[in-house]
């Protein structure tokens, strides 16, 4: 059963960026669907991480979010999905594109072309965007993103992380309003993700872009989210604030990563011999805040 926990608006005024209302797909010549009466809210300006086990429907989901279900996959969609005002159903892919971006979880899906500048400036020159006005979003993603020494490189001679920053600059470079992002780190180091996450991050708060990230490495990402959505075996099944969603028990249960600054909160506060306060930790690095400050008045 689905579990709403309470949830920090972003803003004065809610407004769902992408919405939901019981969808449920089956990938064609399958008979169980992946995702089963799905009904969420994205708010705009929202940094969402959606997390579960594997194979609970989280990737499905956002292919749903960029009409690549069932414009691409086709199968069988039932119930309502709207993304940036456009009923994902009667709208194409291309020109879903415009509003929400996908980064895929092996950037060397999306990377194809010579040089990395030519990669950033594909989609829009798909859009038709005019020259001059390409070649300033094309300057602009690639410095915001922190990649511009690299334009003249080809995609294949860069590292990992590097190839996911130049995924992330050609979906940035078309100014989408939404960007999802399916574990996009999958394939890099601890460091090399912590610093994917910090460049998403600001893209959230610098620019204002609604974030809906795909990730299982809570300790990494749990820190920067406004909203989590919690899914198993297809299905929401917890969807609130990430302090009070990860430090509920029926997330441990699910078998969701908790961040071990949440267990050992959890731990120490069962314990009584260190009072720690209220606030539930999310990284390491609140962790060891309230520690010292307990520590400090025993």
């Excluded at 990377?111 to 030519?118: D, G, H, N, P, Y």
């Excluded at 574990?183 to 994917?196: C, H, V, Y």
């Excluded at 609130?240 to 961040?259: D, H, M, N, Q, Y």
Aim: include cysteine; glycine fraction near 8%; charged fraction near 25%.
């Amino acid at each position: 059963m689905r579990k709403k926990l309470a949830l920090k608006q972003v803003g004065t005024i809610s407004m769902a960026v992408i919405e939901t209302k019981n969808l449920t797909y089956t990938y064609p010549g399958r008979t169980e669907p992946s995702i089963k009466d799905v009904s969420i809210k994205i708010e705009k300006g929202e940094f969402t991480l959606i997390t579960g086990p594997s194979g609970c429907g989280k990737t499905t989901l956002c292919r749903c979010f960029n009409g690549l279900i069932p414009h691409f996959y086709q199968g069988e969609l039932k119930g309502e999905i709207t993304a940036a005002g456009l009923k994902v159903v009667e709208h194409q892919i291309s020109e879903l594109a415009r509003h929400v971006g996908l980064v895929f979880q092996n950037p060397e899906n999306q990377l194809f072309a010579l040089s990395v500048e030519k990669d950033v400036a594909f989609g829009l020159e798909n859009l038709g965007v005019p020259r001059e006005k390409m070649r300033k979003r094309v300057e602009w993603a690639l410095k915001l993103t922190g990649i511009d020494d690299l334009r003249e490189r080809a995609p294949h001679e860069l590292s990992g992380g590097q190839q996911q920053r130049v995924a992330i600059a050609s979906v940035l470079a078309m100014q989408p309003k939404v960007m999802v992002l399916d574990e996009p780190t999958s394939f890099l180091d601890p460091l090399g993700a912590k610093k994917i996450f910090e460049v998403i991050y600001e893209l959230n708060r610098k620019l204002g872009v609604t974030i809906a990230l795909v990730e299982h490495r809570l300790d990494l990402t749990a820190r920067y989210a406004d909203h989590i959505i919690v899914m198993d075996n297809g299905k929401v099944v917890l969807d609130g604030e990430p302090r009070e969603t990860l430090s509920s028990e029926e997330a441990r249960l699910i078998g969701v990563g908790i961040p071990k600054a949440t267990r050992l909160y959890q731990i120490l506060q069962k314990d009584g011999r260190i009072r720690l306060g209220n606030t539930i930790p999310l990284c390491s690095d609140e962790m060891a805040s309230m520690l010292r400050e307990a520590l400090k008045s025993q």
